[in-house]
Nanobody
Framework: QVQLVESGGGLVQAGGSLRLSCAAS????????MGWFRQAPGEEREFVVG????GSSTIVKGRFTISRDNAKNTVYLQMNSLKPEDTAVYYC????????????????WGQGTQVTVSS
């Protein structure tokens, strides 16, 4: 079982940056691929970025960068040049089997953290 807790969300002006963190419980964190998803109001949840367990493989998205510190059981999402359309609840998720971009590939989810970008 893995528990995930996101932090770092908030209100930021367009063009600004935020770094989200996701702290994981458990001793096998490095064996999980990790992903960040987001869900905007009235929209379906969508994949943002992901990273493999050892950090050697990533799925990236332009202004967003994912990284992980396995010694701290934490994965990060660095978001730059934020736009109002980036406003959403951001979720981190852990996958036991492989790095992917589909929700069903992830086994554990955090509660989410709100990011609001003002224009």
């Amino acid at each position: 079982q893995v528990q995930l807790v996101e932090s770092g969300g908030g209100l930021v002006q367009a063009g600004g940056s935020l770094r989200l963190s996701c702290a994981a419980s458990g001793r096998t964190f490095s064996s999980y691929a990790m992903g960040w998803f987001r869900q905007a109001p009235g929209e379906e949840r969508e994949f943002v970025v992901g990273i493999g367990g050892a950090g050697s493989s990533t799925i990236v998205k332009g202004r967003f960068t994912i990284s992980r510190d396995n010694a701290k059981n934490t994965v990060y999402l660095q978001m730059n040049s934020l736009k109002p359309e980036d406003t959403a609840v951001y979720y981190c998720a852990a996958a036991r089997l492989r790095l992917g971009f589909r929700e069903y590939e992830y086994d554990y989810w955090g509660q989410g953290t709100q990011v609001t970008v003002s224009s």
